[in-house]
């Protein structure tokens, strides 16, 4: 039961994560390889504000969320944007993304080698358990998780639906240059996309270390997991990211707990070959992923 | 120069060597075919197990040890290479017959790990073909880092060194033979520079429809390519580790071996052998100057190995903000030289 609470959970986080890469995807083109370190920062925000100011991590939600939307809108205008302006190929921009990343690799881990040198706190491995509530005999980070997705997916799909700039958001994923022609300010609506992904991978990286261990690289060690998300998932549709996670998350918890009892322990560590296999799998025999498939099914 | 100088210069050049050699595999593939691979670091990392793997057990098989140590080799791994090093340090030809056995067995692997990588990936158009060649790059990190048979897991392997017969000269017989490769690749990249295959290549990369049109086969090229890029970087994986006589998955990361050599290559300029070694030469000696001089940076309230990190971002988004193409830019390349076409035109000169 433990592994299937973890695996919930944990599959909740990966579509948080995976929301976030589909849609800037999606609205502008550009695979974000910088997306792992926006969600490192999330969890660094928590664990700044709950060291230096008491309160739990989910008081700080909202921050972690409003900074992270923040410094995604600034890679996009300071990296991005400039070079996507000069014409750059679809690589190019990848490329400008993995400058970003190390940049800021080195500035989470200048910052937690900060605070652990001159304020003394566990900032290279750290965990918020002990702040978690308990509801319904559940660990209150499971809710929150699936609550902040589930939140983030049905807004998204009812901005989209429902009002004008969904429309232009449409327009621009689906012929941009169609969009340009009919007036859609095209940067504006790139920088949104930019922003309420930076916000979604701040909500996962606040929520993270409630039940995982964290350190300066998680962000970065889980990024190929972020894009077997999305690519299996599908970015044709904003619930791909929360089909994806489940799949993931229970393949590479719960999955791997029930492998284990039958073939032995010796299986645990090769959870994350799970994600690679099903990025292969969904490469080879479903390249329009979860939700493209589920659409061709309907259609 | 002082002793101190004289290992740093004998390290820059090793590392530059191994360096080179995997960022002219990554121009063949980038700079030639339009292949964004973003794995290099799998095909280098089998090399690198080759190379924890084999030579260990090749130096029982030729040399006098103990063979109860066979037991557990992952255990005894250090017992076993300082005995098969004994051996080795007054018998070169036993050292060099290791040497090419496991560069043999490196290359094959590189190549089956570009086949591997290639073959799902090769029909994936652009930046899909980056993402799944990153995640695929991860693959024997995992394996390395969780099966100990490989390389002792995470602890890593000691490894016998082929290089022990030189004595006060191992390091520089090592780094030289480094250099040897790159220079081998280097050689090989110049030599299809103005056949029909580099011609083929830059065709395929500039307009892979209208290559296809003529008859090329695109997505066997490109596995082709992709398979011989393999081969460069097992051949270097495995280099490295007979150069620092020891392998552990933690030094295998993305960021050392395949961020690093594609902010090498960007810098120069994936059109060109001399950009690549400009770029590679540039970031070695800046990698090798930090980690010298980082204790004279101890005042800081951080490791300084992470200005590392944040100048190669930094220079990275100013080379692609205002010369994309490199310090170098690519040339172009005439099926035959200016005298052989004055004389078909039937001219002195051009």
Request: glycine share 12%.
């Amino acid at each position: 039961m433990a592994s299937f609470i973890d695996a919930l959970t944990y599959s909740a986080l990966l579509g948080l994560m995976g929301f976030g890469l589909t849609l800037i995807r999606r609205t502008t083109g550009v695979w974000n390889v910088a997306h792992g370190e926006v969600v490192t920062i999330g969890s660094y925000v928590a664990l700044t504000a709950t060291s230096f100011l008491a309160h739990s991590p989910y008081f700080y939600l909202p921050l972690a969320f409003l900074v992270c939307a923040g410094v995604s809108g600034i890679i996009f205008l300071a990296g991005v944007e400039p070079i996507r302006a000069k014409g750059a190929s679809s690589i190019l921009l990848l490329v400008v993304t993995i400058a970003i990343s190390l940049i800021m690799i080195a500035v989470i881990n200048i910052y937690a080698d900060y605070l652990q040198n001159v304020f003394h706190l566990s900032s290279k491995n750290f965990l918020f358990a002990r702040f978690d509530f308990t509801l319904l005999g559940q660990m209150g980070i499971l809710w929150a998780a699936w609550a902040a997705l589930a939140a983030l997916t049905i807004s998204y799909y009812l901005v989209l639906q429902h009002t004008r700039l969904g429309l232009a958001l449409r327009a621009l994923a689906e012929q941009p240059t169609l969009a340009v022609v009919m007036g859609a300010n095209v940067k504006s609506l790139s920088l949104l996309s930019w922003c309420l992904a930076g916000g979604a991978a701040g909500l996962a990286g606040c929520l993270f270390p409630m039940r995982f261990q964290c350190h300066p690289g998680v962000g970065t060690s889980m990024i190929a997991t972020m894009f077997a998300v999305s690519i299996f998932g599908g970015i044709e549709k904003m619930y791909g990211p929360l089909l994806a996670g489940l799949v993931l998350g229970f393949a590479q918890i719960y999955g791997i707990d029930l492998l284990s009892s039958w073939v032995g322990p010796g299986v645990i560590p090769f959870k994350d070959l799970i994600p690679m296999i099903v990025l292969l799998l969904t490469l080879q025999f479903l390249p329009e992923g979860l939700s493209g498939f589920v659409g061709r099914r309907r259609g | 120069m002082s002793g101190q100088w004289f290992l740093f210069s004998v390290d820059l050049l090793a590392l530059f060597g191994i360096y080179l050699a995997l960022n002219l595999s990554l121009r063949l593939q980038l700079g030639y075919t339009g292949i964004a691979n973003f794995g290099l670091v799998l095909a280098f990392t089998g090399g690198a197990y080759v190379g924890g793997w084999l030579p260990i057990r090749l130096g029982m098989w030729l040399v006098e040890v103990d063979p109860s140590l066979a037991d557990d080799m992952i255990w005894n791994n250090v017992i076993i290479a300082s005995q098969v090093d004994l051996s080795l340090h007054g018998s070169p030809g036993t050292a060099m017959t290791i040497l090419l056995i496991t560069l043999l067995a490196a290359g094959a692997a590189g190549a089956l790990l570009g086949l591997q990588s290639g073959y799902p990936a090769v029909r994936l158009g652009g930046d899909y073909l980056a993402i799944s060649l990153l995640a695929f790059g991860e693959v024997l990190a995992i394996i390395g880092n969780n099966y100990d048979p490989v390389v002792g897991g995470p602890l890593g392997v000691r490894i016998p060194d082929v290089w022990a017969w030189a004595g006060d000269w191992r390091f520089m017989a090592a780094s030289l033979a480094n250099c040897a490769l790159a220079l081998g690749v280097w050689l090989y990249l110049d030599s299809i520079e103005k056949s029909p295959m580099g011609r083929m290549l830059r065709a395929i990369r500039d307009n892979p429809d209208a290559a296809s049109s003529l008859g090329k086969n695109v997505a066997r090229v490109r596995l082709n390519v992709m398979v011989t890029g393999g081969i460069i970087c097992g051949l270097a994986g495995a280099m490295y580790t007979l150069y620092t006589t020891g392998v552990a998955p933690s030094a295998l990361s993305r960021f050392d071996w395949t961020f690093l050599p594609w902010v090498m290559v960007v810098f120069g300029g994936s059109g060109s052998n001399v950009g690549v070694l400009i770029g590679t030469f540039t970031f070695i000696l800046v990698q090798k100057l930090i980690i010298s001089y980082k204790f004279a940076l101890s005042f800081l309230p951080f490791d300084p190995v992470w200005l590392q990190f944040l100048l190669m971002g930094l220079v990275l988004i100013l080379v692609l903000n205002f010369r994309p193409s490199g310090l170098v830019t690519e040339k172009a390349s005439y099926a035959l030289s200016r005298r052989e076409m004055a004389k078909a035109a039937g001219k002195e000169s051009l």
